[in-house]
């Protein structure tokens, strides 16, 4: 069974850092767009950022200059390094990946920025 598998959530002080990683179990074929949503309480879920194959990037304007998003295409992985956090990051954070059938969801991690 093929799933996506995230880690790295966890709890972090306003200006902290985290770095979250998520990698496929079991073989995905022709995977394109990988990405990063979030979903705070009360709230829709919402894109993050993602990334093509090709290494092009898009961000969440709410994010920018600060989360990097990077893959590596042999593992299938996709990395979401999240700088300066602040207490509006707080969200269970999921990642995606598009093929031309399916598009993949991960469980989710918590990422909760509070002091």
């Known amino acids: 069974q093929v799933q996506l598998v995230e880690s790295g959530g966890g709890l972090v002080q306003p200006g902290g850092s985290l770095k979250l990683s998520c990698a496929t179990s079991?073989?995905?074929?022709?995977?394109?767009?990988m990405g990063w949503y979030r979903q705070a309480p009360g709230k829709q879920r919402e894109l993050v950022a993602r990334?093509?194959?090709?290494?092009?990037?898009d961000y969440a304007d709410s994010v920018k200059g600060r989360f990097t998003i990077s893959r590596d295409n042999d593992k299938n992985t996709v990395y979401l390094q999240m700088n300066s956090l602040k207490a509006e990051d707080t969200a269970v954070y999921y990642c995606?990946?598009?093929?031309?059938?399916?598009?993949?969801w991960g469980q989710g991690t918590q990422v909760t920025v509070s002091s």
């Open positions: 995606n990946a598009e093929t031309p059938a399916l598009l993949y």
């Open positions: 079991g073989r995905i074929f022709g995977i394109s767009t």
């Open positions: 990334i093509t194959r090709a290494g092009r990037t």
